[in-house]
C-alpha cells in the first residue's frame, strides 16, 4: 500500500506541470468473477475511467443496483487511496478482444419517460398555462417565501420492500452504528428537509409517504351520508354531477391491500361543480384516535377547473383553509397540512370542506393519515403478504403505486421491487412534473464504505449523473441535466459548512477531505430517467463511521444539515434569477407568560438567533403569528402580531390557555417555538411553571425498533417541547393560577411573588446542566426566604451529585436536601409511603411519552427529608424526597413527572406536596360576567358551507370533540389494567420502546451546550 501511495504522489507532484494519466495497480479492485482490465485517472480533467471485463451472465440481470454498487465499489476505492478526482465513470465488455462500451448502455431497456399530463392526454403535449403553481397552506396562515412557485421532490433513499429473491420484505440496508439507513433517511426527510421546504413556500413532492401516523382513513365522494363503522361521510350542496365520461376516473372504495397493479386513485369516479354561493362539499372522518394527521386531498384535473378551490379543515385546534390550484397535478394526493384531531366523527372537528368561487371544483377523495402498507406482494397468490410497517417506512416504489403511478411506466417495469425502486423515484418525479412547474429533485442518503469492517471512513459526499469534466471549469453539459452541477455545489457547500459549525470533525469525503462532489452513473439522477429536472444525490455521512453515525443519530445534526440543504437550494434559485437569497427565521425563543390584574396574559419572547454573515440559522424575523390552544396539543391558525416581542390577550378566567410563537419573514415562516402555558386570574398567578428540559441529542431514550438496536429518532418520544400541557391542567383542576417561563428567563425575573415553583427537567443532563450556577443561586435565596419547590427531572441527581462541581453538589445536597444513590433503578414503577400509600403505578418505558430511561435513585441529604416515593414495593429505591421544615420546602422527584401514566396518580400527588406546603388556591372574586374571548382564536364555525342548515342539527356528531373529560390528559380510562397505556398523553401511540436499551448519559457527546439559547420546537 505504501509503494501505491509513493507511486500516486509522484505523479500527482508531475501532473502540477504537466497534465497527465496514470494507471493505478489493479489489485487494489479485485471482486469475484470481475476483471478490471484498466484504471486510468486524467489528473486534468479529475476524470477516472475504469475499464472492465464481465462475465456474461453477470449481464443477464444487470440492473441500477449493481451498476451503482459497482460504482460504488471503485469510487470508494480511489478516495481511500487518496486519489483526486471528481468524475467516474465504467466501461464493460464480455469478450477479452471486444470492445468496451458504457456501462449504462447494458442496462435493460425501459419504457419512454412520459409527464401525467401526456398520459392523460393520450400523449399529446399540454399546452403551457403561466398560472400560479398549487401552494399549500399550513396552520399558521399563508406561507410567502422564496421557494413559492417552485415544485421540489424529494426522496429519502431505500425503505421496506418486497425482495423477490429473498421472497419475503426487508429493509435495503442493514444495521449499523445503532441505526438502518432505510429509516433514518425517512426520519430526516419527514421531520426536517420537507417542513423547511413548505415552510419557505415551495410544492414538495415526496417519493415516500411523509406522514408518521399509522392510522388511515379515507372518505370517497361516493360514499354517501350512511355511517356504519365506515371511515367517514360525505356530503354536498349545489348542483353537483358525477363524472362518467373521463376514461381515468378517480379514487374508488378500495379494498385494502391492493396488488401490484392496482391504481386506486383510478378506481372509481369523481364529482363536479360550477362553484357558486352555496355550492360544497363536504367530508367528514370517523378519526381511530387522537392524534396529529396530514390532510390529503385528490381531483380529476380537467378543463376549466378553478385555480384557487378552497378546502376548509376543521380540527382540534380551529378552522384552517387552505387554497389548492385544481388545475395542476391531478389523480394524485395533494398534501394540504398537518393537523391535530380527536377521535371519532364530528364535523366540527374532523371535517374538510370544499368551495370556490369561480371556475369548476371537482370533488373526488380526502385522506387523513399516512396509514399502514396496503400493498401485497409475493411470489404466489397464496404466499401474498403486505410488510407489516407504517407506510413512511416503505420505499418509493410502493408509495408511487398507492400515490396513483402508472405500472409499467412510473413503477413496476422491474421483477424484483428492489431493483425497481431506484429508477421508480425518478421517473415517477419526470411523471409528476408539469410545464408549470419550475421544479428539481433532491434525494437523502447516508453511505457506506468498501470493507464491511471499515467504521473509519467518514464524510459528505454529493452526486450528479455521469459527465464528463471540463479542464478546470466544471462539468461539460450532456449526461447529467443542465443546472445539476449548480445545484449540487449550492446545497453541498452550504450542508459541509453548516455541519462544520455543529461538529468541527464533519467534512468532505475525498482525497485530502476536499472536493466531495462527484458524478458517476447513478440510476437516481440518470437524465435519460428524470428529463425534467437537475437532479443531486446527497450523502450525508457514513453510517457505518464511528465519528459520523453519532451525527446522524443527533436530531440537531438532522435539523442543521437539512436546514443547510433547504438554503442550498435557495440559494440555486436566487442565483437563477439573479436576486437575494433570503433564508427563513429560526424559532422564537424564551417564552414567558404573565397574567394581569385584569385576567388578561401577557405573552413575552426573544427574537430568533440570526448568525450573519452567512445566516445558517436564517435571516432576522419581521414579523410574528401567535398561536394558542386550549389544550396544548391542538393550535389554531394564530393571529399575525407584527414585528414585536410581546402580546397581550384575554382568556376565560382560570381555565388553561396555551401558547407558541412563529417568525416570519421574506423567506417564509419558522418552525413553532416551545409551548408556553397560562391560567389567569384576575389577582395574578400564584405558582410558576418553568421548562428546563432543553435537551435533545443521539443518547436520549428513543423508539427502538423491537428488540434490535436499531434506533429510532421519533423526536416525539425525545423531546416535543410541550411539556406544560401535562402540568397546566391538573394544577387549573385543584384550582390554582400560574404563569410559565422557559429556564432562560429565570435568573432575570422576580420569582418571588410565587408560592410555589414547578419546575420540569425531564432527560436534561450534564451536556445541557439542570441547574446553572445562576439559576442554583436564584433558588437557593428563593427557597430561604419561604418558596416553594417541586422539581422533577431523570438525571439532575446523575449531573449535580455525580458528576457535578462542588457548588452543583452542595445545592443538590444542601438546597435540595437530596442525594444520588444510583443511575437507574431498572424500574418503571412507583409506590408512595404513609399519606402517599394510595398512590401507585407505572411511568413511561416509551410508551406513551418518552422513556424515562435513567431515572435516578434517590435518598434525603439530612434527617430532615424523608422518602415518600420509591420505584420498588420492598421500598429500597427512592424515587422522591420531601423536605419541609420551618425554613425549607422542597420536593424532588428521580423520573419525570409528566411520565406519569395515571392522572389520578399525578393530581394526587401534586395535591399532597400542596398540601405538605400548605399552599391553597387563593380565593379570587372574579365577575364571571366581565369574561372575554380572545379575538385571537378563530370563530368555530365553517365560512365556507355559511347555507349548510344541516349543521343546525348534526346528527353525524356521534364522538363531539366538547368532552367533559380533562384536556390536558384526555383519555385515561385505559389504565384500568395496570396503568401502562395513557392514549390522552401522547403524539404517537403507536410508537414503542425498548426499555432494555444499553446505551447511557455516558455516551452523550453532544457538543451543544450554548447558554441562553432557548429551546424551540424542531419539529412539525
Same mark, same amino acid.
Given at each position: 500500500m505504501k509503494k501505491i501511495l509513493a507511486f500516486i504522489f509522484v505523479l500527482f507532484c508531475f501532473s502540477a506541470v504537466f497534465a497527465v494519466e496514470f494507471n493505478i495497480p489493479l489489485g487494489n479492485f479485485e471482486i469475484k468473477g470481475i476483471s478490471v482490465d484498466r484504471v486510468v485517472v486524467n489528473t486534468e480533467t479529475k476524470a477516472a475511467s475504469f475499464f472492465v471485463t464481465v462475465p456474461e451472465s453477470y449481464l443477464n440481470d444487470f440492473s441500477d443496483i449493481k451498476l451503482e454498487a459497482l460504482s460504488r465499489f471503485y469510487l470508494n476505492t480511489l478516495v481511500s487511496l487518496n486519489v483526486d478526482f471528481r468524475h467516474l465513470r465504467v466501461f464493460l465488455r464480455t469478450d477479452e478482444s471486444g470492445e468496451y462500451k458504457d456501462a449504462a448502455e447494458f442496462l435493460p431497456e425501459e419504457p419512454p419517460v412520459i409527464s401525467k399530463e401526456e398520459e392523460e392526454n393520450g400523449g399529446a403535449k399540454p399546452k403551457t398555462k403561466k398560472t400560479r403553481s398549487l401552494s399549500p397552506h399550513v396552520k399558521h396562515g399563508n406561507i410567502t417565501g422564496t421557494l413559492s412557485g417552485k415544485t421540489i421532490f424529494v426522496s429519502a433513499g431505500h425503505g421496506w420492500t418486497y425482495d423477490t429473491s429473498k421472497s419475503k420484505w426487508d429493509t435495503q440496508r442493514y444495521l449499523s452504528q445503532g441505526m438502518v439507513e432505510d429509516d433514518s433517511n425517512a426520519e430526516i426527510v419527514s421531520y426536517f428537509l420537507i417542513p423547511y421546504l413548505q415552510n419557505a413556500g415551495a410544492l414538495v413532492f415526496s417519493a415516500r409517504e411523509r406522514d408518521r401516523q399509522g392510522k388511515m382513513v379515507i372518505i370517497d365522494d361516493a360514499d354517501g351520508t350512511t355511517y356504519e363503522d365506515?371511515?367517514?361521510?360525505?356530503?354536498?350542496?349545489?348542483?353537483?354531477?358525477?363524472?362518467?365520461?373521463?376514461?381515468?376516473?378517480?379514487?374508488?372504495?378500495?379494498?385494502?391491500?391492493?396488488?401490484?397493479?392496482? #391504481?386506486?386513485?383510478?378506481?372509481?369516479?369523481?364529482?363536479?361543480?360550477?362553484?357558486?354561493?352555496?355550492?360544497?362539499?363536504?367530508?367528514?372522518?370517523?378519526?381511530?384516535?387522537?392524534?396529529?394527521?396530514?390532510?390529503?386531498?385528490?381531483?380529476?384535473?380537467?378543463?376549466?377547473?378553478? +385555480?384557487?378551490?378552497?378546502? =376548509?379543515?376543521?380540527?382540534?385546534?380551529?378552522?384552517?383553509?387552505?387554497?389548492? &390550484?385544481?388545475?395542476?397535478?391531478?389523480?394524485?394526493?395533494?398534501?394540504?397540512?398537518?393537523?391535530?384531531?380527536?377521535?371519532?366523527?364530528?364535523?366540527? #372537528?374532523?371535517?374538510?370542506?370544499?368551495?370556490?368561487?369561480?371556475?369548476?371544483?371537482?370533488?373526488?377523495?380526502?385522506?387523513?393519515?399516512?396509514?399502514?402498507?396496503?400493498?401485497?406482494?409475493?411470489?404466489?397468490?397464496?404466499?401474498?403478504t403486505v410488510s407489516g410497517k407504517p407506510r413512511w417506512e416503505e420505499s418509493a416504489t410502493h408509495n408511487i403505486q398507492f400515490i396513483g403511478g402508472t405500472y409499467g411506466k412510473t413503477y413496476g417495469y422491474m421483477s424484483n421491487d428492489r431493483d425497481d425502486d431506484v429508477r421508480a423515484r425518478p421517473r415517477w418525479a419526470a411523471w409528476e412534473t408539469e410545464t408549470v412547474d419550475d421544479p428539481l429533485y433532491i434525494a437523502f442518503h447516508s453511505n457506506a464504505p468498501v470493507s464491511a469492517t471499515d467504521d473509519t471512513t467518514s464524510g459528505l459526499s454529493t452526486y450528479i449523473y455521469s459527465s464528463t469534466l471540463n479542464s478546470g471549469t466544471g462539468y461539460q453539459e450532456g449526461d447529467q441535466y443542465p443546472g445539476s452541477e449548480k445545484l449540487a455545489e449550492f446545497v453541498h457547500n452550504r450542508v459541509l459548512a453548516a455541519g462544520k459549525t455543529f461538529y468541527s470533525s464533519y467534512k468532505a469525503y475525498g482525497a485530502n477531505g476536499k472536493n466531495g462532489i462527484y458524478s458517476a452513473n447513478l440510476g437516481e439522477v440518470n437524465a435519460s430517467v428524470n428529463n425534467k429536472m437537475p437532479s443531486i444525490i446527497v450523502e450525508l455521512a457514513f453510517h457505518t463511521s464511528k465519528t459520523d453515525a453519532p451525527m446522524l443519530r443527533n436530531p440537531k445534526?438532522?435539523?442543521?444539515?437539512?436546514?443547510?440543504?433547504?438554503?442550498?437550494?435557495?440559494?440555486?434559485?436566487?442565483?437563477?434569477?439573479?436576486?437575494?437569497?433570503?433564508?427563513?427565521?429560526?424559532?422564537?425563543?424564551?417564552?414567558?407568560?404573565?397574567?394581569?390584574?385584569?385576567?388578561?396574559?401577557?405573552?413575552?419572547?426573544?427574537?430568533?438567533?440570526?448568525?450573519?454573515?452567512?445566516?445558517?440559522?436564517?435571516?432576522?424575523?419581521?414579523?410574528?403569528?401567535?398561536?394558542?390552544?386550549?389544550?396544548?396539543?391542538a393550535f389554531n391558525d394564530g393571529e399575525d402580531v407584527g414585528n414585536v416581542l410581546e402580546w397581550t390577550g384575554n382568556f376565560e378566567r382560570n381555565k388553561p390557555v396555551y401558547f407558541r410563537v412563529v417568525a416570519y419573514n421574506a423567506g417564509g415562516v419558522s418552525f413553532p417555538s416551545a409551548v408556553a402555558a397560562a391560567v389567569p386570574v384576575k389577582t395574578g398567578?400564584?405558582?410558576?411553571?418553568?421548562?428546563?428540559?432543553?435537551?435533545?441529542?443521539?443518547?436520549?431514550?428513543?423508539?427502538?425498533?423491537?428488540?434490535?438496536?436499531?434506533? %429510532?429518532?421519533?423526536?416525539?418520544?425525545?423531546? /416535543?417541547?410541550?411539556?406544560?400541557?401535562?402540568?397546566?391542567?391538573?394544577?387549573?383542576?385543584?384550582?390554582?393560577?400560574?404563569?410559565?417561563?422557559? %429556564?432562560? &428567563?429565570?435568573?432575570?425575573?422576580?420569582?418571588?411573588?410565587?408560592?410555589?415553583?414547578?419546575?420540569?427537567?425531564?432527560?436534561?443532563?450534564?451536556?445541557?446542566?439542570?441547574?446553572?450556577?445562576?439559576?442554583?443561586?436564584?433558588?437557593?435565596?428563593?427557597?430561604?426566604?419561604?418558596?416553594?419547590?417541586?422539581?422533577?427531572?431523570?438525571?439532575?441527581?446523575?449531573?449535580?451529585?455525580?458528576?457535578? &462541581?462542588?457548588?452543583?453538589?452542595?445545592?443538590?445536597?444542601?438546597?435540595? &436536601?437530596?442525594?444520588?444513590?444510583?443511575?437507574? @433503578?431498572?424500574?418503571? =414503577?412507583?409506590?408512595?409511603?404513609?399519606?402517599? @400509600?394510595?398512590?401507585?403505578?407505572?411511568?413511561?418505558?416509551?410508551?406513551?411519552?418518552?422513556?424515562?430511561?435513567?431515572?435516578?435513585?434517590?435518598?434525603?441529604?439530612?434527617?430532615?427529608?424523608?422518602?415518600?416515593?420509591?420505584?420498588?414495593?420492598?421500598?429500597?429505591?427512592?424515587?422522591?424526597?420531601?423536605?419541609?421544615?420551618?425554613?425549607?420546602?422542597?420536593?424532588?422527584?428521580?423520573?419525570?413527572?409528566?411520565?406519569?401514566?395515571?392522572?389520578?396518580?399525578?393530581?394526587?400527588?401534586?395535591?399532597?406536596?400542596?398540601?405538605?406546603?400548605?399552599?391553597?388556591?387563593?380565593?379570587?372574586?372574579?365577575?364571571?360576567?366581565?369574561?372575554?374571548?380572545?379575538?385571537?382564536?378563530?370563530?368555530?364555525?365553517?365560512?365556507?358551507?355559511? /347555507?349548510?342548515?344541516?349543521?343546525?342539527?348534526?346528527?353525524?356528531?356521534?364522538?363531539? @370533540?366538547?368532552?367533559?373529560?380533562?384536556?390536558?390528559?384526555?383519555?385515561?380510562?385505559?389504565?384500568?389494567?395496570?396503568?401502562? =397505556?395513557?392514549?390522552?398523553?401522547?403524539?404517537?401511540?403507536?410508537?414503542?420502546?425498548?426499555?432494555?436499551?444499553?446505551?447511557?448519559?455516558? /455516551? +452523550?457527546?453532544?457538543?451543544? @451546550?450554548?447558554?441562553?439559547?432557548?429551546?424551540?420546537?424542531?419539529?412539525?
Open positions: 365506515s371511515d367517514g361521510i360525505y356530503e354536498e350542496s349545489g348542483s353537483w354531477t358525477k363524472n362518467t365520461s373521463d376514461s381515468f376516473g378517480g379514487y374508488g372504495r378500495t379494498e385494502y391491500p391492493i396488488e401490484r397493479n392496482f #391504481n386506486p386513485l383510478k378506481n372509481g369516479r369523481f364529482r363536479e361543480a360550477t362553484a357558486a354561493s352555496g355550492t360544497w362539499a363536504r367530508w367528514t372522518a370517523n378519526i381511530p384516535e387522537d392524534g396529529y394527521y396530514h390532510v390529503y386531498v385528490s381531483y380529476r384535473r380537467l378543463e376549466g377547473n378553478t +385555480d384557487a378551490a378552497l378546502y =376548509t379543515v376543521r380540527h382540534a385546534g380551529g378552522t384552517s383553509d387552505v387554497m389548492v &390550484n385544481q388545475q395542476h397535478h391531478g389523480s394524485t394526493w395533494i398534501d394540504i397540512g398537518r393537523y391535530y384531531f380527536r377521535a371519532g366523527l364530528s364535523r366540527e #372537528n374532523g371535517s374538510v370542506t370544499l368551495s370556490g368561487t369561480s371556475g369548476k371544483i371537482v370533488a373526488d377523495a380526502v385522506r387523513f393519515g399516512g396509514g399502514m402498507g396496503v400493498i401485497k406482494r409475493g411470489e404466489s397468490a397464496a404466499t401474498l445534526f438532522r435539523d442543521i444539515v437539512s436546514r443547510a440543504a433547504y438554503q442550498g437550494i435557495v440559494q440555486y434559485y436566487a442565483d437563477e434569477a439573479k436576486t437575494e437569497a433570503v433564508f427563513l427565521p429560526e424559532s422564537p425563543r424564551n417564552l414567558r407568560t404573565k397574567t394581569n390584574a385584569n385576567g388578561s396574559v401577557t405573552l413575552f419572547w426573544d427574537a430568533p438567533e440570526s448568525d450573519a454573515p452567512n445566516y445558517y440559522k436564517g435571516h432576522p424575523a419581521t414579523g410574528y403569528f401567535v398561536q394558542t390552544s386550549t389544550d396544548g396539543f398567578a400564584q405558582i410558576l411553571v418553568v421548562d428546563g428540559f432543553e435537551r435533545i441529542d443521539n443518547a436520549m431514550p428513543r423508539f427502538n425498533d423491537g428488540g434490535s438496536a436499531n434506533h %429510532r429518532y421519533i423526536l416525539e418520544n425525545v423531546n /416535543s417541547f410541550d411539556y406544560a400541557k401535562y402540568y397546566v391542567p391538573l394544577l387549573s383542576e385543584l384550582g390554582y393560577s400560574l404563569d410559565f417561563t422557559q %429556564r432562560t &428567563n429565570v435568573a432575570g425575573m422576580d420569582i418571588s411573588k410565587y408560592d410555589m415553583i414547578v419546575w420540569f427537567l425531564g432527560e436534561q443532563s450534564t451536556e445541557d446542566e439542570t441547574f446553572n450556577a445562576d439559576e442554583q443561586t436564584k433558588i437557593d435565596g428563593y427557597l430561604n426566604n419561604g418558596g416553594a419547590l417541586f422539581v422533577s427531572g431523570a438525571e439532575i441527581g446523575w449531573d449535580l451529585d455525580h458528576k457535578g &462541581n462542588a457548588d452543583d453538589k452542595a445545592f443538590f445536597n444542601e438546597t435540595l &436536601n437530596a442525594k444520588y444513590v444510583d443511575d437507574k @433503578s431498572g424500574l418503571y =414503577t412507583f409506590v408512595g409511603t404513609d399519606d402517599l @400509600s394510595a398512590i401507585s403505578g407505572f411511568f413511561d418505558d416509551g410508551t406513551s411519552v418518552y422513556q424515562a430511561e435513567y431515572a435516578d435513585v434517590l435518598a434525603p441529604f439530612d434527617e430532615t427529608g424523608e422518602t415518600v416515593l420509591f420505584y420498588d414495593n420492598a421500598m429500597t429505591l427512592g424515587a422522591g424526597i420531601l423536605t419541609k421544615t420551618d425554613t425549607k420546602k422542597v420536593f424532588v422527584m428521580g423520573f419525570p413527572f409528566e411520565t406519569i401514566l395515571k392522572k389520578d396518580n399525578k393530581i394526587n400527588l401534586l395535591q399532597f406536596v400542596l398540601d405538605e406546603f400548605e399552599i391553597t388556591p387563593k380565593v379570587v372574586d372574579d365577575d364571571s360576567s366581565d369574561t372575554t374571548d380572545s379575538g385571537s382564536e378563530d370563530p368555530d364555525e365553517d365560512t365556507a358551507d355559511s /347555507s349548510d342548515s344541516a349543521d343546525s342539527a348534526d346528527s353525524a356528531d356521534t364522538s363531539d @370533540s366538547s368532552d367533559t373529560s380533562d384536556s390536558g390528559d384526555t383519555a385515561d380510562s385505559g389504565e384500568g389494567s395496570g396503568g401502562k =397505556t395513557d392514549q390522552g398523553d401522547t403524539d404517537d401511540s403507536g410508537d414503542t420502546a425498548d426499555s432494555g436499551d444499553s446505551n447511557s448519559e455516558n /455516551s +452523550d457527546n453532544s457538543s451543544d @451546550s450554548d447558554g441562553k439559547g432557548g429551546c424551540s420546537v424542531i419539529i412539525l
